[in-house]
T-cell receptor, first 114, second 113 residues
Framework: DGGITQSPKYLFRKEGQNVTLSCEQN?????MYWYRQDPGQGLRLIYY???????QKGDIAEGYSVSREKKESFPLTVTSAQKNPTAFYLC?????????????FGSGTRLTVV | AQTVTQSQPEMSVQEAETVTLSCTYD???????LFWYKQPPSRQMILVIR??????QNATENRFSVNFQKAAKSFSLKISDSQLGDAAMYFC??????????FGAGTRLTVKP
């Protein structure tokens, strides 16, 4: 079955370290997104990508970086510049940005700073 | 920027009863889409229902239906015959053509047996 796979499910980061969250999809979707979820704040957009080798900043991109070298993959790196990285991170994809498609979501990664 | 407001942080309903979750949004666009997502304790986001803004008819999916009031910019979700499995966080979302999706802060629904 097609879907989105996020790994790892839980991730612990020490102060000053960079960590990378994986997101892979086999839905042949063009667009991919990264959201951050904090209690009481819903989902906030970090980065998104419509096509390979192209991506744009969302509302809270500072301290994060992404790449889109393959259509199937959209990894997110949380850098040491992100001062409050503890959160739940959700990756999503959609068939085409133009159309009335909802998103398909991965199961998320819980990142904790230790 | 478009904003989505869910004014009810928490709601509860008795099993088999009906509950309505509220959502309002702010936009100057005329062509957009609205969604309700469910996030159970597993935290997997599940699409519940969607509504095209140009359609006057309210969307329905089994026990889930919406009351879409375009002029009032209101998009409420009604859950009929509530079941224990309906207990979850519910997020209202707005998507404008050629743009990403914006989410409300969510409403936590508890279903009492």
């Amino acid at each position: 079955d097609g879907g989105i796979t996020q790994s790892p499910k839980y991730l612990f980061r020490k102060e000053g370290q960079n960590v990378t969250l994986s997101c892979e999809q086999n839905l042949n979707h063009d667009a991919m997104y990264w959201y951050r979820q904090d209690p009481g704040q819903g989902l906030r957009l970090i980065y998104y990508s419509q096509i390979v080798n192209d991506f744009q900043k969302g509302d809270i991109a500072e301290g994060y970086s992404v790449s889109r070298e393959k259509k199937e993959s959209f990894p997110l790196t949380v850098t040491s510049a992100q001062k409050n990285p503890t959160a739940f991170y959700l990756c999503a994809s959609s068939k085409d940005r133009d159309l009335n498609y909802g998103y398909t979501f991965g199961s998320g990664t819980r990142l904790t700073v230790v | 920027a478009q904003t989505v407001t869910q004014s009810q942080p928490e709601m509860s309903v008795q099993e088999a009863e009906t509950v309505t979750l509220s959502c309002t949004y702010d936009t100057s666009e005329s062509d957009y889409y609205l969604f309700w997502y469910k996030q159970p304790p597993s935290r997997q986001m599940i699409l519940v229902i969607r509504q095209e803004a140009y359609k006057q008819q309210n969307a329905t999916e089994n026990r889930f239906s919406v009351n879409f009031q375009k002029a009032a910019k209101s998009f409420s979700l009604k859950i009929s015959d509530s079941q224990l499995g309906d207990a979850a966080m519910y997020f209202c979302a707005y998507r404008r053509r050629n743009n990403d999706m914006r989410f409300g802060a969510g409403t936590r629904l508890t279903v009492k047996p």
